[in-house]
């Protein structure tokens, strides 16, 4: 919570401020019962004292209403300031959090954590600056009025707030964990609202949109159940502070009467007792509202700040090392790398040595971790044991400004972002040119995509390329990627999409760049990796071969399997050359 706090600085003078104004407001509120009886005890009820007090008291009700909205607005500058400054830091944080991280945390939890957590901070900080202290206040300074005016009859009010505020901590005490668990049921909503969203597609496909509503209203009445629960606990404040009040007011009233029939107590100073019972009545059902509100930002703040406490796992120098030219773009060295909470590892002991400007292929079955070494290498992980090498130099050694320079990426899964053609491309390269941009798209086969849409580069993409095909939003992907120019350029299964005859023109344009890229094609076609100079073929996460595919059909029983299952007209060819060599 301490984290939390230091978002508050930059607002400190608002903070102080807007407690300070609902103090000044609280003031006016209790002096207002002392005028009150004053008017009443008057001997003359139609004396100039009489309109004297009470255009005090409409003075006191426009001081009282100057001193509310300066609150409300410092309280509002202070909350709005501090959920940004909040909402941008974990943004921040968010960002800086590896691959394995991000798994660990899960995104559901983490953009709900962004949003309605955020907002329930802001909400119970507003209501915090300006409720927290006036409402105690309010309830101690009332009781010390009741003293200044009768001993006996204040001892009603030194017996019931201590009650009452007993009452209402326990409540506070139980319900804040509660909070947090209905916390983490939205986070399971969002999960299943989400995924819903995204593969909208498929669950039409398979018909699965009764299971799927079935699925969400589950998790909804289990949010529903959690919500309810908590809400009981919280709504027994309310009556719980009632019934104490009541109480009190009823031995209030009798002890005041007993007092007037003696006459050691004006009919005013009863009308004023009783006044400040109704203040704490009244505050403590703001303060009752206001604990509710607290205890659910002080759960959400818990979660805010443990997101905060999450420090990146991967560390970046300033500058790299200076080392002699190595002609080896990558290395891996004996690389093993192990999921958060896999039961084995996804690559065991690699080890392979790609020269600058080779073309790279890997291949494999489906979860033989062609994209975990793939993703080794811009370090969206860490290895586990081993080092991978990039020029020479551990990737852990290298600046994160130098690795985003040198590597360029296509994922397994396209992602594109709500704008322009042109404003997606250029997140390769901010200052690249139009000539540049168009190179790039030849060179991806979608130079034709861009020319037929109505805007060319300024044709608008919605949210995730929605408006585009998949092979399309691959073919810009990979576009972008280009645009960047990179030393190292990894393409992940990123040709999938394609009929085989864009997929082979890519292919060829991509030749070009030998002697200036160093180019890793993963895919599980034999005909997208086979002109590699080097192919490296995996099996459950160890490295069954590598070599050219001559080589790779002489002397691996893997990568011939693929290449039986995939090419069978050319397996008496294979056969042919494995009698040759033997």
């Known amino acids: 919570m301490k984290q939390l706090s230091a978002f508050l600085r930059p607002y400190r003078r608002e903070s102080v401020l807007a407690p300070l104004f609902k103090l000044l407001e609280a003031v006016f509120d209790l002096l207002v019962p002392v005028v009150v009886a004053r008017m009443i005890d008057a001997p003359e009820p139609g004396s100039r004292a ?29 909350s709005t300031g501090f959920s940004a400054s909040l909402r941008q830091a974990l943004f921040d944080r968010v960002q800086g959090f590896s691959f394995s991280q991000l798994d660990a945390l899960g995104s559901d939890t983490l953009i709900t954590r962004l949003t309605d957590d955020v907002n329930q901070v802001q909400n119970g900080l507003n209501l915090g600056l300006r409720l927290l202290m006036r409402s105690p206040f309010i309830v101690l300074g009332a009781m010390v009025m009741a003293f200044t005016i009768s001993v006996r009859c204040a001892l009603v009010f030194a017996v019931a707030i201590p009650v009452l505020f007993a009452a209402v901590f326990f409540i506070m005490q139980v319900s804040i964990p509660l909070f947090g668990r209905a916390q983490a049921g939205l986070d399971r909503v969002t999960a299943a609202t989400r995924e819903n969203l995204t593969g909208v597609r498929v669950i039409r496909a398979f018909c699965r949109e009764a299971q799927s509503v079935a699925e969400f209203e589950e998790r909804s009445r289990e949010l529903t159940r959690l919500n309810l629960f908590v809400g009981r606990v919280s709504a027994l404040l309310n009556p719980l502070t009632y019934v104490l009040i009541n109480i009190a007011a009823v031995v209030l009233i009798r002890q005041a ?16 007792l009783y006044n400040y019972m109704l203040q704490i009545t009244v505050e403590l059902v703001k303060l009752a509202s206001l604990i509710i509100t607290l205890n659910k930002s002080l759960a959400c703040a818990r979660r805010t700040a443990a997101v905060l406490a999450v420090e990146p796992e991967q560390e970046y120098p300033a500058a790299a090392p200076e080392t002699p030219e190595s002609a080896d773009a990558v290395v891996f060295r004996d690389v093993s790398f192990t999921y958060p909470g896999a039961g084995a590892p996804s690559l065991s002991h690699i080890s392979f040595c790609a020269k600058r400007g080779q073309t790279v292929g890997i291949i494999g079955g489906t979860g033989s971790g062609k994209s975990t070494l793939a993703d080794l290498i811009p370090r969206f992980y860490d290895a586990g044991e081993g080092s991978v090498l990039l020029d020479g130099v551990d990737v852990r050694q290298l600046p994160r400004e130098t690795l985003c320079r040198k590597v360029g990426v296509t994922p397994q899964r ?3 972002f709500q704008g322009t053609i042109r404003e997606n491309l250029l997140w390769g390269r901010e200052d690249a040119t139009e000539e540049e941009l168009w190179q790039a798209l030849s060179l991806a086969q979608a130079r034709e995509l861009v020319e037929d849409k109505p805007d060319g580069l300024d044709y608008r993409l919605e949210q995730n390329g929605r408006n585009l095909s998949g092979g399309q939003k691959q073919r810009l992907t990979i576009a972008r990627a280009l645009v960047k120019k990179p030393e190292i350029l990894i393409l992940d299964d990123s040709s999938s999409a394609l009929d085989f005859a864009t997929d082979a023109a890519l292919r060829r344009a991509l030749q070009t760049l030998r002697g200036s890229t160093t180019v890793f094609l993963v895919s599980q076609r034999i005909a997208c990796v086979r002109q590699a100079e080097l192919i490296l073929v995996l099996d459950n996460g160890t490295l069954a071969g590598a070599g050219t595919h001559e080589q790779l059909l002489r002397s691996c029983g893997v990568y011939r399997e693929i290449c039986d299952s995939q090419l069978p007209e050319k397996q008496a060819e294979r056969e042919a050359l494995c009698r040759e060599e033997g």
């Open 50 to 78: 009489v309109y004297g007090d009470f255009a005090l008291l409409l003075l006191m009700a426009a001081v009282g209403l100057g001193c509310s909205v300066l609150a409300q607005l410092y309280a509002a500058r202070a």
């Open 257 to 272: 009467a007993v007092q007037v029939e003696l006459g050691a107590l004006p009919q005013g100073q009863v009308v004023a």
């Open 414 to 416: 396209a992602a594109l």
